[in-house]
């Protein structure tokens, strides 16, 4: 390379600042600055350099906070889907209203940016790191990382954009002029393909070797698989060609990672996602104070308490969480419709807050007239729309309104209940609802305290509860988006309006509640599977002359 130099972000890799000797001040080389030599010279700065591969870099239309993924973003994944809308908008409702464009993809189509860079860097360390002076052990236990890596930014990739290019182990160079390679989008069957691939990689290189669960290891790498596996047998990955054999892999890779033994349901689904490290964690972004993080109870607070409301729940969500006894709750039942909080999942109690929700020193006040969290009462511009403020992932040991306060709840990539919600949708529809599936399912319920699916459900009586389990015990979690794509039912789910409800409270002191429309004229465009995938940036187009493909309907 002509440039023999690489910048590293030394806060993030979790280095102290690299003093340079005392020359001439013309002479002087910049501390941010290190040359290949030193990093691959040095095990703990090549170690140093991988570790830093799990934070990367930020979008560009994202606030530049890096990460994996969007995660603890102002707005949240769930934004873009029925489970939740952004009081400020922050880029989201022209995605719900369908309205995403080339030209016009806010923050969403800043995976393929960060991805591609990432990869370029793993790519990078994999063609240095035999120069590393240390062990052939520690060699390995950082290329299993670097796979694991890859395959991860492949795997947001392919869920985003569906076919797309397969760099390979290239590591591109100032002095490269033929870039057509690049612009080669492989059908996504051939990218999961790859992907998996490089988890058998990881996977081999890390197994019997020890790893925190903010790395990337062996059973992450299990984990990736089986969910990259389910993805590849569902209706969107296969245009509703399914097949059994195809369910059976995606099944046994889930199976595999259950049967290590080594992980379980944590016992408390609240503070879950407020601690890192729990029996349930296999891989997540571990938070400190040297790494920026959104301040969740801030954001997502109500207004009455000085919060901005932010990622608000909307009805749509709300409706389908079961009440105590497993029934559906119904809008048309008299006793539900008065009480429509009382008796329902208790993941219902830990993920959302509702009018008269204890929170803090009181209650949730979202009724009008006079509520404190409505708009009749502090910060109104930060009113919830919907009647809802999230709970889950919030901290009320936090502060709300000190701006310094950074929060520290860990974002779970991967845990034990998807693992076990993949294997049940995949085993159901390889075999059919057997004991295998209904365990799997009834684990989740048990730990939540809901009582166990009816015995002699049919095969699509049971992906009816799968999916819905999933809705619940993976709300907020960046698993809606993807879900209802690769079922194809977001022609359902994304063509409605978001509602909310507005609880009004009557003279005698009682409230009534009442079903509005906090987001109107959601739209999701399915011809050609247009909004199944996301546009790439016009900009990536222009830059390729043209040679990359687009994807349909954009």
């Not at 009557?506 to 429309?517: D, L, S």
């Amino acid at each position: 390379m002509k440039t023999k130099h690489i910048s590293l972000i030394l806060a993030a890799a979790g280095l102290a600042a690299l003093g340079a000797c005392k020359k001439d001040f013309l002479d002087t080389t910049p501390t941010s600055i290190i040359t290949d030599a030193a990093v691959w010279g040095d095990s703990s700065l090549a170690e140093a350099y991988v570790t830093g591969r799990y934070i990367g870099v930020g979008g560009n239309n994202d606030g530049g906070k890096p990460g994996f993924g969007r995660a603890f973003e102002d707005a949240w994944m769930s934004s873009v889907t029925d489970e939740s809308m952004v009081v400020w908008d922050n880029n989201t409702w022209f995605v719900q209203q369908g309205a995403l464009t080339p030209d016009r993809t806010g923050w969403m189509s800043d995976t393929w940016i960060r991805s591609y860079r990432s990869i370029r860097e793993v790519n990078y360390a994999l063609a240095n790191i035999d120069k590393v002076p240390m062990s052939n052990y520690g060699k390995d236990r950082l290329r299993g990382e670097l796979h694991f890596i890859r395959a991860y930014r492949y795997q947001d990739l392919i869920r985003n954009f569906g076919d797309v290019p397969i760099v390979g182990d290239r590591v591109y160079n100032l002095e490269d002029t033929n870039f057509d390679s690049l612009y080669v989008r492989k059908p996504v069957q051939e990218c999961i393909q790859y992907a998996i691939s490089e988890l058998d990689n990881a996977a081999a290189l890390m197994q019997n070797k020890s790893y925190p669960t903010g790395r990337g290891s062996y059973e992450a790498a299990l984990a990736l698989k089986a969910r990259l596996l389910l993805y590849a047998a569902s209706p969107l990955y296969t245009n509703n060609a399914g097949t059994t054999a195809k369910w059976a892999a995606a099944a046994a890779a889930a199976k595999a990672v259950m049967d290590l033994h080594k992980f379980s349901l944590f016992n408390d689904y609240k503070t879950l996602f407020t601690i890192s490290g729990t029996t349930e964690d296999i891989f997540e972004r571990v938070y400190s104070p040297t790494n920026e993080h959104t301040n969740l109870e801030l954001v997502n607070g109500p207004n009455g308490y000085g919060g901005w409301g932010g990622n608000t729940p909307i009805q749509n969500l709300v409706d389908d969480y079961e009440m105590k006894d497993g029934s559906r709750f119904d809008w048309n039942n008299p006793v539900e419709k008065a009480n429509p909080y009382q008796n329902r999942d208790p993941r219902f109690y830990a993920s959302i807050l509702y009018n008269g929700a204890p929170y803090r020193t009181r209650t949730v006040e979202t009724f009008l007239p006079g509520g404190k969290d409505s708009k009749d009462g502090n910060g109104n511009w930060n009113t919830s729309p919907t009647g809802y403020y999230v709970r889950k992932y919030i901290n009320e040991g936090n502060p709300v309104e000190n701006p310094n306060q950074t929060a520290y709840q860990p974002w779970k990539y991967l845990r034990y209940a998807e693992v076990l919600l993949n294997y049940a949708e995949a085993q159901n529809e390889a075999a059919g609802p057997d004991q295998s599936v209904y365990k799997a399912v009834n684990d989740i319920r048990a730990r939540a305290g809901m009582p166990q699916l009816p015995a002699g459900l049919s095969k699509d009586s049971m992906t009816s509860r799968i999916r819905n389990e999933r809705r619940i015990e993976l709300a907020f979690e960046e698993h809606r988006y993807f879900d209802v794509r690769r079922w194809k039912i977001a022609a359902v789910t994304e063509n409605v309006p978001g509602y909310g409800i507005l609880p009004a409270k009557q003279a005698n002191g009682t409230i009534v509640y009442n079903r509005v429309i906090a987001l109107a004229n959601r739209k999701f465009d399915g011809t050609n599977n247009k909004n199944y995938w996301v546009p790439i940036p016009q900009s990536e187009i222009n830059a390729s002359g043209r040679k990359l493909r687009q994807n349909a309907g954009y």
